[in-house]
């Protein structure tokens, strides 16, 4: 594994991290969850990403990685970097989602228990929220911090414009946000645009970017339909309608460019968001290990030539997959 620094933090992360935002609900089975799990660990990914509504239903990623705790992991609690979330709907009536105090105070202490933990090492605003003062859903972050409840705190899928608001209303409060997660991939560049762009707003803080494999599109599996077993198969996350004729001939162009590099297609998806050094670590999730192993071996080839980029530039381009635009209020 390499490690890279977080932003202008003391704190490194592994360049791919493992999120267990799908195939880690009560359908899956823990078998299979423990040994994706501890195949990660193994291989240096020191850094595990939750939320408190994986599942599903809601909860069950975190109780299952809490039984992985129990049972094999805590001795190496000081060798993880934990994270969890929240700011979309988890319970029912008007506390249950968004940036409120009340929110996120009451669901940090919720992951705590369903994982066993005392603290987490990340605590993150899951999404912005401008019907709530910036400086409440700030003040929650910082109340993590201070109870001892989280280590670090960040912001996910805030823009630009908001990230730097949320920076100096953090700095007003006396604490720094140490990261942000966006989403980000060949087909959905949006951290990239803008004046300032999100890339340029960090400004310190590091970034961990989730869906680097547009949810299983930038690897071959849809080049001749739809298998069985993939999460478009679900019509859950990734609808089907995302796979247009034009974005699999984009597919299939940019597997022969990753062929001539001598990478798997998800390889080269994940070595391209890692070209950006502001980009600490890409966040993937897995269904199997083998499916994490070839992951991991994009960490045998991370340099791009320009006329590589250039060629990539010609197909990584929109393809409707940010899902998460337009989530905030
Ligand atoms: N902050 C947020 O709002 C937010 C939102 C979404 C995700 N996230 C985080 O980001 C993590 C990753 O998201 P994601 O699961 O969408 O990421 P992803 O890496 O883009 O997609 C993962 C899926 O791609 C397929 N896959 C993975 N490796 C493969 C390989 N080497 N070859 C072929 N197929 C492969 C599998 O799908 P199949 O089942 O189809 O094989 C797998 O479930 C989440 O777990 C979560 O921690 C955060």
């Known amino acids: 594994m390499q490690y890279r620094q977080c932003g202008s933090s003391g704190l490194d992360l592994p360049a791919i991290s493992l999120g267990l935002w799908q195939n880690f609900g009560e359908a899956n089975a823990f078998d299979q969850q423990r040994e994706i799990v501890l195949a990660a660990f193994d291989a240096g990914i020191t850094h595990i990403d939750l939320a408190n509504n994986y599942g599903p239903p809601p909860g069950a990623a975190e109780l299952s990685f809490g039984r992985m705790l129990a049972t094999d992991l805590a001795p190496y609690r000081d060798e993880l970097i934990i994270s969890s979330k929240a700011g979309y709907r988890m319970w029912p009536g008007p506390y249950g989602e968004w940036g409120s105090k009340k929110y996120l105070r009451a669901s940090l202490d919720q992951s705590l228990k369903r994982m066993g933990l005392e603290y987490v090492d990340i605590f993150y605003s899951h999404r912005f929220d401008a019907r709530t003062p910036l400086e409440e859903t700030m003040g929650a972050l910082k109340y993590a911090l201070d109870s001892g409840k989280a280590t670090y705190v960040g912001i996910s899928s805030y823009t630009a414009e908001q990230t730097q608001r949320a920076r100096e209303v953090a700095a007003d409060l006396g604490f720094t946000l140490l990261i942000h997660q966006p989403s980000y991939s060949m087909f959905n560049?949006?951290?990239?645009?803008?004046?300032?762009?999100?890339?340029?707003?960090?400004?310190?803080?590091?970034?961990?970017?989730?869906?680097?494999?547009?949810?299983?599109?930038?690897?071959?599996?849809?080049?001749?339909?739809?298998?069985?077993?993939?999460?478009?198969?679900?019509?859950?996350?990734?609808?089907?309608?995302?796979?247009?004729?034009?974005?699999?001939?984009?597919?299939?162009?940019?597997?022969?460019?990753?062929?001539?590099?001598?990478?798997?297609?998800?390889?080269?998806?994940?070595?391209?968001?890692?070209?950006?050094?502001?980009?600490?670590?890409?966040?993937?999730?897995?269904?199997?290990?083998?499916?994490?192993?070839?992951?991991?071996?994009?960490?045998?080839?991370?340099?791009?030539?320009?006329?590589?980029?250039?060629?990539?530039?010609?197909?990584?381009?929109?393809?409707?997959?940010?899902?998460?635009?337009?989530?905030?209020?």
Do not use: C
Request: glycine letters at 8%; a negative charge; charged letters at 25%.
């Open 189 to 329: 560049r949006w951290i990239e645009e803008g004046e300032p762009s999100l890339l340029d707003a960090l400004d310190g803080m590091g970034a961990i970017v989730f869906s680097p494999l547009a949810q299983g599109l930038l690897t071959k599996k849809y080049l001749n339909g739809v298998p069985d077993d993939s999460r478009a198969a679900q019509q859950g996350s990734f609808k089907t309608d995302m796979i247009t004729n034009e974005v699999v001939d984009r597919i299939r162009a940019l597997d022969e460019i990753a062929q001539q590099r001598g990478q798997s297609l998800a390889q080269m998806a994940i070595s391209w968001v890692l070209r950006d050094p502001r980009v600490t670590s890409a966040l993937v999730g897995a269904r199997t290990v083998e499916q994490l192993h070839d992951s991991l071996g994009a960490l045998e080839n991370l340099e791009f030539s320009q006329s590589e980029l250039d060629a990539i530039d010609t197909y990584a381009v929109e393809a409707s997959v940010n899902i998460w635009k337009g989530r905030s209020r």
